[in-house]
């Protein structure tokens, strides 16, 4: 290859015989549905039982005596896979100790919509937080 | 036209389901007004959920289609270390193309289906993909020059208003100060070297600088979606903004490298206290983004063969998970 050439050229031989190979994509496709979104984020969960590539929500250890904190997603064909795609896309620098991978569909999350109802409770309750109690500013140790 | 669908509600919705639609929103106005962020589930406008889908899977082709000017150079890699690092630096672009298709995926739109608009040649990604890397002096400024327009652009999506997106800029951009360094450090190596080397770097840094400073996107009199993505909170910045504080840091930085860039306007307005540049060629920009690029169908070509050349991976994949499975339920 000249040096000052653009070594770009695309191989050929090789590809033209593959491009017989059926596509993968179009048999995915069936797979996916758009309304699906990803796990804890997802619209419409468990649409699909027998997902080819299906989804999966990666949550990584970043240190011993930290929890697994949520990460990402990916697709994968089994759990074995997934651990392995997630090591590969999620730690490529270390940033984890241990990885768990979670089938989309198996997570369960609150609705969206009645996020008021369903968090109210808390509220005006300020007796459960500290800083509720004032009497006691300036006392040591307390 | 973004603007006009924000506020529409389609005649044939029921008067409940007008209601519901009127109260989310409400809701999405509350939660852009008070900077905070949309999530998947979260009602959203049409147009919104649109405009983040082209962005984000535009932004995740960009860095899918962005691994091959690179991949070029893996196996001319003048050292050892040199390909590790090209190595390195290839596959974060595809992890980052990866968390992005994730991000996209949460609007509702399929993975697979973006691969397919992408090897049918059908989605757009970043222009400047579409030069060739001839020397590896390319490989210096891409580091340098692209990477670090991609840097100042993608810092402030760091903030955008849809949390997926926010969360794969975050990850992104932690990763892509390594890119922009290496470059860096390249075109400094050979800035220092014989006479015909620092003559690469330069003849480098002079073709890839005009196309980094167009990835900022056309000018703000020219850029018909930028006002609605930044009410919308997605955009921060304006595109001009991003190029004029682009150009002054390489302003800095191309002193460092002992080299010059191909520009003899720029200056500093002490009047607006930015950066200003030459004029660009936005037909050039107009032209590859249409398709008409020294490398575009090269690209999309060596992206459906690789796509279509792991399709045995994939199903082998699929059958082996099967079989185990099938194993595992027997037992």
Known sequence: MAPHGNPEAPA????????????????????????????????????QEETPWSLWEVFVRSSRGLSHVHAGSLHAPDAAMALRNARDLYTRRNEGVSIWVVPAEAISSSDPDSKGSFFESP??????????????EGVKHL | MASQNLQSVPAELSPEEQEREAAGQAYFDRIISEDSRIEPRDWMPAAYRKTLLRQISQHAHSEIIGMQPEANWITRAPSLKRKSILMAKVQDEAGHGLYLYSAAETLGQSRDQMMEDLIAGKARYSSIFNYPTISWADMGAIGWLVDGAAICNQ???????????????VRICKEESFHQRQGFEILLELSNGTPAQKQMAQDAVNRWYAPSLMMFG???????NSEQSMAWNIKRFSNDELRSRFV??????????????????????EETKKWEHGPLDWNEFK?????????????????????????????????????????????
């Open chain 1, 12 to 47: 050929s031989a090789a590809s033209e015989i593959n491009r017989e190979a059926p596509k993968v994509a179009a048999t995915n496709a069936e797979s996916t549905t758009t309304a699906r979104a990803s796990g804890p984020d997802a619209t419409s969960r468990g649409a």
């Open chain 1, 123 to 136: 509220q005006g309750k300020d007796y459960r937080h500290a800083t509720y109690y004032t009497k006691s």
């Open chain 2, 155 to 169: 810092v402030p999506l760091c903030r955008a208003s849809y949390g997926p997106y926010g969360r794969a800029m």
């Open chain 2, 218 to 224: 056309p000018p703000d009199d020219d850029s018909p």
């Open chain 2, 248 to 269: 002054g840091m390489m302003v800095e930085q191309v002193r460092v490298l002992g080299l010059t860039l191909p520009d003899k306007d720029i200056r500093f307005n």
């Open chain 2, 287 to 331: 032209e590859v983004l249409a398709g008409r690029g020294p490398c575009n169908s090269q690209r999309v070509e060596r992206r459906r063969e690789a796509h279509e050349n792991g399709a045995w991976v994939r199903e082998a994949a699929v059958a082996y998970a099967r079989k185990q499975a099938q194993k595992e339920n027997a037992a």
